[in-house]
């Protein structure tokens, strides 16, 4: 009975089984210029050295997915992990960061404000 349910269910909708629906994800943020170069940069070091985002991401312990968003320009990484990255694609920091001197270091939006601090801070006494 199981099977011709389930049968039924396939074959009156999309082809999906109950509750196995892709999930729609909301669109990142824009990527900066600076994330975009970067991720350009980290590609063209990997294509030149002839390693996959795979082996990559194994030798500078991340995951390959991460790889592949830095590559996009959507992640964010620390200095750490640019570091590491480099040092598994056989490069120095400068080497990477040397070709980027065309890119705008203007600031691309507001600054996030600490929610927490009240707009005037009152100066009150201790007795």
Known sequence: MFVVCTASLI??????????????????????TISEAIGRRIKECR???EK???TLAFEAQVDRTYIS???????NPTIETIAN?????????????????????????????NAATPPEIKRTRLR
Request: glycine share 8%; with cysteine.
């Open 47 to 49: 294509h030149e050295v």
């Open 52 to 54: 996959s985002q795979e």
């Open 85 to 113: 990255i480099c040092f598994a694609l056989g490069y120095t920091l400068s080497e990477l960061f040397a070709t980027l001197d065309d890119v705008s270091l203007e600031p691309t939006g507001e600054r996030r404000t």
């Open 69 to 75: 968003a830095i590559e996009r320009g959507i992640a």
């Open 11 to 32: 074959s009156r909708h999309t082809g999906i089984l109950p509750g196995m629906a892709k999930k729609k994800f909301p669109a990142p943020a824009v990527p900066s």
